[in-house]
Each structure stands twice: as structure tokens, then as C-alpha cells.
């Protein structure tokens, strides 16, 4: 079970950074993507890198 875990961890922490990079474009752009305000998507990146914290201090508790 531990795996899994570490698997969300990783799949949460490649979303945050997708949403993050995609927000940076967005601002540099100053366009929307996909008709998403610029500010969305740094708050989806600190929403996912929040995910993945849980998931790996979920991981770690659930090794003992």
C-alpha cells in the first residue's frame, strides 16, 4: 500500500508543477488558457503541492 501512496504523491506534485508553469505562461502571455483566469492556476498549483504533502505524510505514518 505504501507505493500507491508515494504513486498520488508524485502524480499530485507533476499537476502542481504543470499548473504552476501553465500560470507563469499565462501571466507572461497575459492571456487566459482555456478561458482560466492567470490567479487560478497558481492557486490549483498550492491546492495539488497541499495534496501531495498529505499523501506523502500519509505514506510515512502508514510505514509504521
Known sequence: ?????????????????LAYGFGWIALFSNSKLWNIPTEFW???AIAAG????FFIIYSAHNKK
Not at 504523491?9 to 507533476?14: A, E, L, M, R, S
Not at 497541499?50 to 504533502?53: K, R
Request: hydrophobic share 65%.
Open 1 to 17: 500500500m505504501k507505493t500507491i501512496w508515494k504513486v498520488f504523491t508524485w502524480i499530485f506534485v507533476i499537476c502542481g508543477l
Open 42 to 44: 497558481f492557486y490549483d
Open 50 to 53: 497541499i495534496f501531495a504533502l
